[in-house]
């Protein structure tokens, strides 16, 4: 049934049913606590809401809005449906998250299995989800899970209070989270020996901790840090969280490292400012071809030009040159440019011919004509059923491409934020 109305309704269907024995229902204070750290657990589990943020942001709940949508007896119940409906690809703004809620909950009958799903969740998830399990243990039921989409994605679950158990212990137990941030500042010290270095930030932070491995082989390379440096860097923050006692403790490790100079050369300023704006240009075309986990994309329609990507593979050679020039410039006092060659490489490698981003380029400009009048040509009686299955078939291709380009695409955009970074603080 839930899957039917997920498919009529066109919202994603969450439902909680608790088997107990000679159990009528709920007090209603513990319906409305479980109906609260629901929504509430839906929330952190959308990758929005970032750690710097004390309140959901509006664009979180708001897209992840949770509404009433049925009280069920027998056992007793009740179901959830997203607020908004769903895009063409069969997904709400709430279905990401929904779909982690409930393969947490599913995970949590199998210890291995929730522990690596942990690994994953921020320390603002895990604590919600640990309440969620607080407040079902108190039901003493067997706990009903049922969510489906309206794309045909779902899954069932049942919980007993033994399992329940296990899992709430299991959260109160430590657990880990790791994230990436930029600062910038003075490079104060590096041991090579025990592979360690200490940043003080401009914003009155000192980073200490460990250095990447590709950082340590490009300095055994030749590749020399002199110290104090002025520098911009990418720095991973391992986050070890005790979701019971609130205590918290971090550790840094230096991913990437741009050195920064004061002086730079007419001729060196002006070409990085043209350089600067061809890749912000080129970021901003990126960021349009990427899918919205929540459905739609990064700035508009990656359509919006008369059915072209925003991304074309003239665009990819550009960019690969752009970054290649890059590398071989030198600061007035001899420091490179970019300070990761292993990240300036890798790069390169997502642009390079025949990898997904360059497929998806090739395939989206070969198709362009025909997806920018499937709109409008579909209607019209001069188009045969040849043309229409060859139209169909380049739009499936294209979906195909896309899929298969999005973790790459997150990855260019992420690097090429922090070249750009460095760049922006250098003109």
Not at 101 to 110: G, I, T, V
Not at 383 to 398: F, G, H, I, N, V
Request: aromatic share 6%; with cysteine.
């Amino acid at each position: 049934m839930i899957r039917e109305e997920a498919a009529r309704s066109g919202r994603d269907q969450f439902e909680l049913r608790f088997a107990a024995p000679g159990a009528r229902g709920l007090e209603l204070t513990l319906l409305a606590e479980i109906l609260t750290a629901v929504q509430h657990a839906v929330w952190t589990l959308d990758p929005r809401w970032l750690a710097s943020h004390k309140k959901v942001p509006g664009e979180v709940s708001g897209d992840n809005a949770l509404e009433a949508a049925a009280i069920h007896t027998a056992p007793y119940g009740f179901r959830l449906a997203s607020r908004h409906e769903a895009d063409l690809f069969g997904a709400t703004p709430a279905t990401g998250a929904l779909q982690a809620l409930a393969e947490l909950m599913r995970d949590s009958s199998d210890e291995a299995r929730l522990q690596a799903g942990l690994k994953h969740l921020s320390p603002r998830a895990a604590a919600a989800y640990e309440r969620l399990l607080e407040l079902l243990l108190r039901t003493k039921a067997v706990v009903v899970l049922r969510w489906s989409s309206p794309g045909g994605g779902g899954l069932e679950a049942a919980l007993h209070p033994g399992v329940l158990e296990s899992a709430y212990r299991l959260l109160q137990m430590t657990n880990e989270s790791k994230s990436t941030f930029t600062a910038k500042g003075t490079l104060a010290a590096v041991n090579m020996k025990r592979g360690t270095f200490q940043l003080d930030s401009e914003d009155g932070i000192s980073y200490a901790g460990k250095l990447s491995g590709e950082i340590k082989q490009d300095i055994q390379k030749g590749n020399k840090i002199v110290v104090p440096m002025k520098a911009d860097v990418l720095l991973e923050v391992t986050t070890t969280f005790n979701v019971s006692t609130g205590s918290r403790t971090e550790a840094y490790r230096l991913l990437q490292l741009y050195s920064r100079s004061d002086v730079l050369g007419d001729a060196q300023q002006l070409r990085f400012k043209e350089t600067l704006s061809r890749l912000q240009k080129a970021y901003d075309k990126v960021e349009r071809s990427i899918p919205r986990e929540s459905g739609g994309y990064g700035s508009g329609d990656p359509y919006d030009s008369g059915g072209a990507s925003p991304l074309t593979p003239g665009d990819c050679t550009e960019l690969r040159e752009l970054i290649g020039s890059l590398e071989e410039e030198r600061l007035a006092d001899g420091t490179p440019v970019i300070g990761d060659p292993a990240g300036a490489a890798a790069l390169r490698e997502l642009l390079a011919p025949g990898h997904p981003i360059a497929q998806l380029a090739e395939t989206a400009e070969s198709t362009a004509a025909g997806l920018a009048g499937h709109e409008y040509y579909g209607d019209e009686p001069d188009l045969d059923p040849k043309a229409q299955s060859m139209l169909a078939k380049a739009a499936e291709l294209l979906r195909k491409r896309e899929a298969e380009a999005y973790p790459e695409l997150r990855s260019l955009l992420e690097r090429l934020g922090c070249v750009i970074g460095a760049l922006e603080k250098l003109v």
